[in-house]
C-alpha cells in the first residue's frame, strides 16, 4: 500500500511539473513573438502601441505568475537576488505618483499650474510634474519593461531557454534588418500606411535611423555572442593541440549555422548603411565588450584566445571597407561632435538646477525644454526628446530619483558582468546582455534610442536573461 502511495504521489508531481512546464514554455514562446512585434509599428513609437504592449506583456505576467501561485510552486529566481535594485525601481514608481499626485505641499508645486489657474480664472489642481498625463504614460512603459525583464528573469532561469532568447533576437533583428534594405531599395524609405517618405534614411519600420541602428546593433552582438559560445565549445572538444588553421574556421562556421552568420552580417551591413555615428560607435563599444568577456577568462593559446578576435575583426573591416561608405562620409562631413546636442545638453542641465531634488516630471521633457529655449540652438525644429537620456532623466525624477534609476540599470548590468566573469557555464546569456547594456548605456548620451519601446523592451528581455544565468544552477544568492 505505500509503494501505491509513493507512485500515484511521484504520478501526480510528474503532471504537475508538465503542466508547470507546458505554460512557461507557452508563455515563452508569447514573449518570443512579442519582441518580433514590437519594432512594426515605428518602433513602438506610438500611444496606441503602449497600449497594446502594456497590456499584452502585463497580460502574459498575470498568466505566468498567477499558473505559479495556482501550483504553489517557488519562482524560478527569487526577488531576493534582485532586492537592491527591485527597491531602488520601486521608489521611483513611487515617487512618479507622488509627482502626478495634486496633494503634495504647495511649494513642491510647479509655478506652471498657477499660472495655468490664473489665465483659466479657475482653480487647477497643481502637482510636481509639469504635465500629469506625461508622466502617467512614462510609467506605464516603465511598468511595461519591468513586466518583460521579470518574465525573462523567472523563464531563462533555464539554460536552453536563454539560448532560444539570443537567438530569436538575432533572427528577429535579422529580419527587420533585411526589411530596412528593402524599404531602402523600393519604397524610398517610406513604411506603406504609415508614414511618408524618408529618402536615403536606412530605418526599416523605426522613426528614425538612430534608434534603428541601436536595434541592429543589438542583433549584431546577440549574433557574436553565440558565434563566440560554438567557438568555444569547438576548442574545448579540440584542446590546445590544435589544429587551428582554415578549415578549423570552417567548421565553426558550419557549427554556428549559415543563417547565425548571416544574421550576424545583415545586422552589421544595415547598422552601417544607416549612417548613425552614435549608434554605430556605441554598437562597436558593445562588440568589444563581448570579446572580452568571452576571452578574459579563457585558457587555451594565444591562437585560441586571439583567433576569433582577428577573424572578425578583418571581415568587420571588409564590410566597412566595401559597404561602409554612409557612415564615413557622415563622420568626415560632420566629426562625431554634434553642436546643436551639446547646446541642448547645456540648456537641460540649467532645467535640473532649477528643481535638483523634485524634478519637472516623468517624461515631461517635451513640455519642459519650450520654457528653457534659447538661440543657443535653432529656433526652427521640434525637439520632444532630448539626446542624452542620462539628463532627461534627472530633469523629470531629480538628481535622487533620476540617479536611483539609472542605478537599477547599473546594478542589473552589473550582475551580468559578475556572472560573465565568475561562471564556467551558460555564459552566453551574460555575456549578451553585458555588451547590449554598454551599447545601450554608451548610446543614450547621445541619442534617446533606449527611450523607444522596440530598444527598451528587447534589452529587458536580455537584461533578464543575464540576469537569471549570472548564478550558478546550485545557488540563487546574489552575486
Known amino acids: 500500500m505505500p509503494l501505491v502511495v509513493v507512485a500515484n504521489a511521484n504520478a501526480a508531481s510528474s503532471a504537475a511539473n508538465t503542466r508547470a512546464d507546458a505554460v512557461d514554455t507557452t508563455v515563452f514562446v508569447m514573449v518570443l513573438l512579442g519582441l518580433a512585434w514590437v519594432p512594426l509599428w515605428l518602433g513602438s513609437n506610438r500611444m496606441m502601441a503602449w497600449g497594446i504592449n502594456g497590456i499584452f506583456f502585463a497580460g502574459l505576467l498575470i498568466v505566468y505568475e498567477g499558473s505559479r501561485l495556482l501550483q504553489s510552486r517557488e ?17 521611483v514608481l513611487a515617487w512618479i505618483v507622488v509627482q502626478m499626485s495634486p496633494y503634495v505641499p504647495a511649494p513642491l508645486i510647479h509655478p506652471i499650474w498657477p499660472l495655468a489657474s490664473q489665465t483659466l480664472t479657475r482653480p487647477l489642481p497643481g502637482s510636481i510634474s509639469v504635465n500629469t498625463g506625461a508622466s502617467a504614460l512614462g510609467l506605464i512603459r516603465l511598468l511595461t519593461d519591468a513586466s518583460v525583464f521579470w518574465l525573462s528573469l523567472q523563464l531563462c532561469r533555464q539554460p536552453w531557454r536563454a539560448i532560444w532568447l539570443l537567438h530569436a533576437i538575432s533572427a528577429i533583428v535579422a529580419c527587420y534588418a533585411a526589411l530596412a534594405l528593402v524599404l531602402t531599395a523600393f519604397f524610398a524609405s517610406a513604411i506603406p500606411y504609415l508614414d511618408g517618405p524618408a529618402a536615403g534614411l536606412v530605418r ?37 593541440a590544435g589544429p587551428y588553421g582554415p578549415a578549423f574556421l570552417l567548421q565553426i562556421v558550419t557549427a554556428s549555422g549559415w543563417f547565425l552568420i548571416g544574421s550576424g552580417l545583415i545586422a552589421v551591413v544595415t547598422l ?22 568571452s576571452n578574459v577568462r579563457r585558457h587555451g593559446t594565444l591562437v585560441q584566445r586571439l583567433g576569433p578576435l582577428v577573424v572578425v575583426g578583418l571581415v568587420l573591416a571588409g564590410v566597412v571597407a566595401l559597404l561602409g561608405g554612409t557612415f564615413l562620409d557622415r563622420i568626415a562631413a560632420s566629426g562625431l561632435a554634434d553642436t546643436s546636442r551639446m547646446a541642448v545638453d547645456q540648456i537641460m542641465v540649467r532645467s535640473i538646477l ?7 516630471g516623468y ?23 532630448a539626446h542624452n537620456t542620462y539628463l532627461e532623466v534627472w530633469q523629470g525624477l531629480g ?3 533620476g540617479s536611483a534609476l539609472i542605478g537599477t540599470l547599473i546594478w542589473l548590468v552589473g550582475l551580468c558582468v559578475l556572472g560573465a566573469l565568475r561562471r564556467r557555464r551558460s555564459t552566453a546569456a551574460t555575456i549578451c546582455a553585458s555588451g547590449i547594456g554598454l551599447l545601450v548605456g554608451v548610446h543614450a548620451l547621445v541619442d534617446f534610442s533606449v527611450q523607444i519601446q522596440a530598444v527598451s523592451v528587447t534589452f529587458m528581455a536580455v537584461l533578464g536573461a543575464g540576469v537569471a544565468q549570472s548564478t550558478s544552477s546550485q545557488t540563487q544568492s546574489p552575486t
Open 272 to 293: 552601417l548603411a544607416t549612417g548613425s555615428r552614435g549608434g554605430v560607435l556605441a554598437s562597436a563599444i558593445g562588440l568589444l565588450g563581448v570579446f572580452f568577456l
Open 363 to 385: 517624461n515631461t521633457f517635451a513640455d519642459v525644454f519650450p520654457l528653457y529655449r534659447d538661440q543657443s540652438i535653432s529656433t526652427t525644429g521640434v525637439w520632444d526628446k
Open 399 to 401: 538628481l535622487v530619483f
Open 75 to 91: 519562482p524560478a529566481v527569487l526577488a531576493a537576488k534582485v532586492g537592491i535594485p527591485l527597491v531602488l525601481f520601486a521608489c
Open 354 to 360: 532649477d528643481a535638483p531634488l523634485s524634478g519637472l
Open 204 to 240: 526599416s519600420t523605426f522613426v528614425n535611423r538612430n534608434t534603428f541602428a541601436a536595434y541592429c546593433g543589438m542583433g549584431a552582438i546577440a549574433s557574436l555572442t553565440l558565434i563566440l559560445r560554438t567557438y568555444r565549445k569547438q576548442v574545448s572538444q579540440r584542446g590546445e
